[in-house]
């Protein structure tokens, strides 16, 4: 199905592994980078990038980070980025320059690519957030199945099953400018294409293409 490849979803973001702080992006099922066993995992390279470091936590001389902020390692805290009061950081979490992680936000297993925002009592499990990607107040990328299965994919207005993702916990891939409402809680194995808008308190399914308008 297209939409599913990095250029798809994250078509201005550079992808360059020899910039150090930023991810490298699988180029095709692009969810595989949040398989800890897959050899260019999120796990791996984070590991890599922040072996050297105290409790394994990297953070940017510019970046600002609240001193009532709990950050557990492995974590990286790019350029500019902004932790603020009330914000839990749990390990194996990427947070690019410039992405912000608000008051009583918690952030598990995830990247935030530049710019990304999830600035007000925001969950985020397993998932990536594109360049200038803004959750709503109170928005939820939940990541388990209550039955604990692996996630499928799915097309978003049919249902109709693409494909088994191989993940236990696979939370939400929104591509760039997403704009999320508030109070929406989006179902395990989202993925939404760039300029998507969800209307506050949905709940979402499935995958999406580019400039979705999700209204229930």
Same mark, same amino acid.
């Given at each position: 199905? +297209? ?30 980078? #949040? ?9 791996? +390279? ?35 980025? =902004? ?45 990536? #957030? ?32 693409? +494909? =088994? ?8 891939? #929104?591509?760039?400018?997403? +704009? ?29 293409? =580019? ?6």
């Amino acid at each position: 199905m +297209q939409g599913l490849s990095r250029w798809d979803l994250f078509p201005n973001f550079p992808n360059n592994p020899n910039n150090e702080g930023d991810p490298h992006l699988p180029d095709n099922s692009i969810w595989d980078i #949040l398989n800890p066993d897959h050899e260019n995992s999120l796990k791996n +390279q984070l590991m890599k990038l922040v072996k050297d470091e105290e409790n394994h936590i990297f953070i940017d001389e510019t970046a600002n980070v609240s001193d009532e902020a709990t950050i557990e390692g492995p974590a990286y805290i790019g350029r500019e980025a =902004e932790i603020r009061p009330g914000a839990y950081i749990r390990p194996f979490s990427w947070i690019c320059e410039k992405a912000v992680v608000g008051h009583c936000s918690e952030i598990k297993h995830s990247i935030l690519l530049p710019s990304a925002k999830a600035p007000h009592f925001n969950y985020v499990g397993d998932s990536i #957030l594109g360049t200038e990607v803004n959750l709503g107040a109170g928005c939820k990328l939940s990541n388990l199945r209550n039955d604990g299965r692996d996630i499928i994919l799915r097309e978003g207005t049919t249902g109709k099953i693409i +494909q =088994e993702s191989g993940l236990r916990k696979f939370g939400a891939i #929104l591509g760039e400018r997403v +704009q999320i409402g508030c109070n929406v809680v989006t179902n395990p194995g989202v993925i939404l294409g760039p300029k998507s808008n969800v209307w506050p308190n949905v709940t979402v399914s499935g995958i999406h293409p =580019e400039g979705s308008i999700i209204k229930d």
